[in-house]
């Protein structure tokens, strides 16, 4: 079974600069989350998604991030403009469904604000 | 105060020592996970908890609901053992999400 899939792997921007990160969730996964892990850190969760709708976005900084999960499969979160404060590894985990036990998680996006 | 709390932040030992690794959370759970997370890697689910004791392999993770406190131990370690580990717990009501802690490093030297 593949596992969480996202990319870029790494990537470098300058700040006010915008970014997207990509994530395919495990097939069949209907919950897909996005988080934010700064160095030292436990990871944040940014967005839960339940098939297309968003379940939880209190913690997304709304005026510059956004997020969507348009067909209910693969999604993009985006930062727009960034700022150097994000940068961290942004994690994409998916699990069968809200109450399931399991997350699995992708290998993350490492994002460097210069 | 972070509603879980890992003690300690980091951990060295000699290989073969016997490891634990404290949680404690203040906030009501259904359940507690332990994670996995290498340097450069992804993270990977170790135990998920809402009772009791589970073991595998060299790992064995323990909760006292009451207490609210968990342990992480690993017996006979081992150098590729070396990664951080992370306590989370999933709140109940209609969402579950999971809050994390910060981690635990853990070095093992051969």
């Known amino acids: 079974e593949a596992g969480v899939a996202q990319s870029p792997r790494y990537k470098i921007i300058e700040k006010r600069q915008s970014v997207a990160f990509w994530c395919n969730p495990i097939?069949?996964?209907?919950?897909l989350y996005w988080y934010q892990q700064i160095l030292g850190q436990g990871p944040k969760l940014l967005i839960q998604f339940q098939n297309n709708g968003v379940v939880d976005d209190s913690q997304l900084p709304k005026d510059r991030f956004s997020a969507e999960r348009l067909k209910g499969v693969d999604s993009t979160l985006k930062i727009q403009p960034a700022k150097l404060e994000d940068s961290a590894v942004y994690l994409c985990?998916?699990?069968?469904?809200?109450?399931?036990?399991?997350?699995?998680f992708g290998p993350g996006t490492r994002l460097t604000v210069l | 105060k972070n509603e879980v709390e890992q003690s300690p932040q980091n951990l060295t030992a000699q290989e073969g020592e016997f490891i634990t690794i404290n949680c404690s959370y203040s906030v009501g759970i259904s359940a507690l996970h332990w994670l996995q997370q290498h340097p450069g890697g992804g993270i990977v689910s170790l135990f998920m908890?809402?009772?009791g004791k589970k073991k595998h392999g060299r790992l064995i993770a323990t909760i006292n609901i009451q207490e609210k406190h968990s342990s992480l131990h690993i017996t006979a370690s081992h150098p590729r053992d070396s990664a951080v580990y992370i306590c989370?717990?999933?709140?109940?009501?209609?969402?579950?999400?999971?809050?994390f802690g910060k981690g635990t490093l853990l070095t093992v030297n051969p």
């Open positions: 989370a717990v999933k709140s109940g009501g209609s969402n579950y999400k999971l809050t």
């Open positions: 097939s069949g996964h209907a919950t």
């Open positions: 985990a998916s699990s069968k469904g809200l109450t399931t036990d399991t997350q699995y």
């Open positions: 908890l809402s009772s």
